[in-house]
């Protein structure tokens, strides 16, 4: 792998005030692909332009392989950036534009016609070279822009929000382009996005952020199926949340005395203890929904009975809102497997039952009085 | 209502043609005549000397005014500094005082140094007087794109003057090249300010218009109008390139 | 973060202003507070006899024609650029219209006001023109005087206010002038009513750009006024070349400098409060109020 290993050293930052960031610690990986997720004001971008050096932090320190980059400017880092306005220069070409850092080494010509074009096949864009920025797409002027950031093989490339701009068939497409960037050239991507859909299809690992602070450091997988945080679990996919006071503990179950539902087992992946106020989170697709009871409802599973309020049927699966007994609403999605046979025998208004497995619900907060 | 209007703006200047081919020095018609013609382009040699000054002054002075001009307004746009409140409430006061507060000021400035009055006091006058002007027309240029493009520059390896000189400066051409063209305008123009800071035996095509003025009518001023207006419509139709570049996004 | 380099680019400019414009301007404000030097010139020594001399009776004579040959020539200035502005913005040729309001623009200065010296002179145009017809016998003096002044004061400025007007005209929703007339609203109530208060901006901005530099006129009075209209300009020079007295041009220039800027400040000021409501909220509520007059009618 050719990338750096990246530390972000306890880095906060504050704008009179305001603290952007609040003592963030991440350790990046060298070539991975690296996703910072969160809201819009969590962060994510004044710690890429941290890393990037348009921005001093207020305390801590960012190392690339070890050493700080923080003493040296923007222009001297191994860190190149891909805009999210594109940032192109509208007074040179396609090929100019990518062409600009090589310039600035004053290179020779041979050596910048060569290297730029092995760059702008990378991203499939030599048939436009001579272009101005303002005849070019939206796509194309991202792969304009991935090209400059890349021809100087930097060991980081940050990317702040790059498929922001685009429409939602062509951001498909871009993200799948990005990925394939990554493995061809093997340097370390620092990926700043809001889409928690987009982190979580090509990142390697993600941080989720929110309010200045990094909540959760994962895998993918590790961060949709084991949220750590009431913010993370519902900002990422959908949820259903229970929140109730643990009557007892049982082992490595807790009984919970849901607001929404009456008692529901929670698996202890938090330790907790008796009159303690939690929230449990439990994806709707881990929640099963049928007409008749299922049998092994007191092992190991919680079951609850509900009326559907509403189905929305997306075509490869179903979304029903039930209601419970309390009048609170759970999600429930069901993949069609046998649509006809199965899964449209539920109509609007029926009783039915909605099940998950104990160890499929996630205590996320916990709250000692 | 209208029309009122625009003979009272054409009238004079009709006049003003119309009797630039009088055979007669004074205001009644005697026939055509080009002798007036012939007079300017043969018989004036002090004019075309003064026209010859004041086309060196306009592009010298146009010239400096339009780099510091260039230069004080990206460090007024993007930077803060100390001092920046004043240079923006300082090279804002001349654009509304009267002429003759800046004419008079700077001759008494050159006076109490004892710097003689001739062409290198005028130039200094004029890039005083133009430089707001570039300023103001480079900000405003400045204000127009996105200046993501600068820290890209940056983040590409650009040191600063590379910056300047790669990115900067060629996006914000069209507003130097306005600031350039309109510091000329305004240089050739200029009277009252160049009347207070001339010396003797330096002339631009205004005070020698002036001192002709103040002897008396003679049609030669007339042909030099025509001269001047054909010219200025002349140069304004080739020149719309110019215009359209400038005008651009 | 990169280095501050604003001192650096700022530099050059601000030094030039400083030398070229604030020294100078600090000097004569200096000057206005010292004596008078016997062949001209100052003498160190302090002094308020120049601001004393501001008091006396000739030179509030002067002011006040200053004052009213710039309020004079901004109004009729007014009069004759808001039509025109107003025809400009209707037609169909637009472009071509503005563009002949703009060449005569492109004729030095000098010129323009000699034109009018040749026209309004003893022997010049106007006067032959009048002989001819018999409509006169002697010459009349229609040069060296307050109107000669005001003339050319509003040739001058004829552009400068046209020119802010027409813009504003231009973005002027001019259906609300049908409505107007619609609900029974004569051609002047329209203009009154419902055009002019939306273009009110245009028209400070045009009276900015006439009367400030009316106001501060020298070559204008100093070649077609005459002895009679001797504006604050022209004594500025006079006091400074013929009479010599530098302290008094100084003390006058820091009165003109003072009343221009707190003109434009105050000028300013009224701009932005009348920015307050935009022109869609302008159009809006012109609309409100014509609808309801329709339910009072």
């Known amino acids: 792998m050719k990338g750096s290993q990246i530390k972000i050293e306890g880095v906060s930052k504050n704008f009179g005030d305001f603290q952007a960031l609040k003592n963030v610690s991440i350790e990046i990986k060298k070539g991975e692909f690296f996703s910072l997720l969160g809201p819009s004001g969590c962060g994510k971008t004044t710690l890429l332009r941290i890393i990037a050096g348009f921005e001093d932090p207020s305390g801590g320190d960012v190392t690339l392989d070890g050493a700080s980059v923080l003493p040296l400017p923007s222009n001297k880092r191994h860190v190149n950036t891909v805009f999210q306005s594109y940032a192109l220069f509208p007074h040179l070409s396609v090929f100019e534009n990518v062409a600009f850092p090589l310039r600035l080494k004053k290179l020779d010509n041979s050596t910048i016609a060569r290297r730029v074009g092995e760059y702008l096949q990378l991203v499939k864009l030599d048939a436009h070279k001579e272009k101005l920025p303002d005849k070019l797409s939206g796509g194309q002027k991202q792969r304009v822009a991935i090209a400059r950031a890349l021809i100087n093989e930097p060991s980081v490339l940050l990317l702040d929000e790059p498929l922001s701009a685009l429409d939602a068939k062509l951001r498909q497409h871009m993200l799948l382009e990005l990925d394939a960037i990554h493995d061809t050239i093997g340097i370390t991507f620092i990926y700043v996005t809001h889409d928690q859909e987009e982190a979580i299809s090509v990142s390697d690992r993600l941080a989720v952020m929110n309010g200045g602070e990094v909540l959760q450091v994962g895998t993918p997988s590790e961060i949709y199926e084991t949220p750590e945080d009431l913010f993370v679990a519902s900002f990422i996919g959908e949820t259903n949340f229970f929140s109730g006071t643990v009557a007892s503990v049982e082992g490595s179950s807790a009984l919970i005395d849901a607001e929404q539902c009456g008692r529901i087992r929670a698996f202890m992946d938090k330790s907790v203890a008796p009159g303690d106020h939690i929230t449990l989170a439990v994806r709707p697709e881990k929640i099963r929904i049928t007409l008749e009871r299922p049998d092994q409802c007191d092992k190991g599973l919680n079951c609850l009975s509900a009326a559907v309020d509403e189905i929305i049927y997306t075509g490869f699966l179903s979304k029903y809102f039930v209601a419970l007994r309390g009048g609170h609403t759970l999600r429930v999605f069901k993949q069609h497997v046998n649509y006809f046979a199965e899964e449209s025998k539920i109509a609007f208004g029926d009783k039915v039952h909605v099940w998950w497995d104990v160890g499929d619900g996630f205590i996320v907060e916990v709250k000692r009085l | ?249 | 973060m990169r280095k501050n380099y604003g001192p650096v680019y700022a530099l050059p400019s601000a030094l030039w202003i400083s030398a070229f414009f604030v020294v100078p301007i600090s000097i004569i404000f200096m000057y206005s507070f010292l004596e008078k030097g016997l062949y001209g010139g100052v003498v160190w020594k302090f002094s308020l006899e120049a601001y004393r001399a501001l008091s006396n009776c000739a030179f509030l004579k002067v002011s006040l024609m200053t004052v009213v040959l710039s309020v004079l020539a901004t109004l009729i200035t007014l009069a004759l650029a808001l039509p025109a502005a107003y025809f400009i913005a209707r037609s169909r040729y637009k472009n071509t219209l503005l563009f002949l309001v703009i060449i005569p623009f492109w004729t030095n200065f000098l010129i323009r006001i000699y034109a009018w010296i040749a026209i309004l002179g003893n022997s010049g145009f106007l006067n032959n023109f009048l002989l001819r017809l018999g409509i006169t016998h002697g010459y009349t003096q229609f040069l060296y005087n307050p109107f000669a002044v005001i003339i050319v004061l509003v040739y001058t400025y004829l552009p400068f206010a046209l020119l802010p007007l027409y813009s504003t005209i231009e973005k002027f929703d001019f259906s609300l002038l049908e409505a107007a007339r619609d609900l029974g609203a004569t051609n002047s109530q329209a203009i009154f009513r419902v055009l002019l208060p939306n273009i009110k901006t245009g028209i400070f901005t045009a009276v900015l750009f006439t009367f400030i530099p009316a106001f501060g006129q020298y070559a204008v009075p100093q070649l077609v006024g005459g002895r009679n209209s001797f504006m604050l300009g022209t004594i500025i020079a006079r006091e400074l070349t013929v009479t010599r007295n530098w302290p008094l041009s100084s003390s006058i220039s820091v009165a003109l400098t003072v009343l221009t800027t707190a003109g434009v400040l105050v000028f300013l000021r009224i701009n932005n409060n009348l920015g307050g409501k935009t022109k869609a909220e302008h159009a809006a509520s012109t609309r409100l109020h014509l609808q309801i007059k329709q339910h009072d009618a």
């Open chain 2, 1 to 249: 209502m209208f029309t009122v209007t625009m003979v009272f703006f054409y009238a004079p200047l009709v006049v003003l043609i119309v009797f630039s081919f009088n055979n007669s020095k004074t205001m009644h018609w005697e026939g055509l005549s080009l002798r007036w013609y012939h007079e300017l382009f043969f018989n004036s040699r002090d004019l075309w000397n003064a026209f010859g000054n004041s086309v060196l002054i306009a592009l010298t002075s146009a010239s400096l005014s339009t780099v510091l001009g260039t230069l004080g307004a990206i460090g007024i746009y993007w930077y803060n500094f100390r001092f920046k409140k004043y240079v923006q409430i300082a090279s804002f006061l001349p654009l509304i005082l009267p002429e003759i507060i800046i004419g008079v000021s700077l001759l008494i400035l050159f006076a109490a140094i004892g710097l003689k009055l001739g062409l290198l006091t005028i130039f200094i006058a004029h890039v005083t007087f133009n430089l707001p002007y570039v300023l103001l027309i480079v900000s405003s240029r400045l204000d127009e794109f996105d200046h993501s493009i600068i820290e890209a520059a940056y983040d590409l390896g650009a040191r600063e003057i590379d910056a300047l000189l790669r990115v900067i400066v060629p996006v914000s051409m069209p507003g130097i090249i306005a600031g350039f063209l309109v510091s000329i305008t305004l240089s050739l123009e200029d009277f009252v300010i160049t009347f207070f800071v001339a010396g003797p035996g330096a002339s631009t095509l205004p005070l020698h218009i002036y001192s002709m003025i103040r002897f008396g009518v003679s049609p030669v001023i007339n042909a030099l109008s025509v001269v001047l207006i054909a010219g200025s419509i002349i140069l304004a139709f080739s020149t719309q390139g110019i215009y359209k570049y400038i005008f651009q996004k």
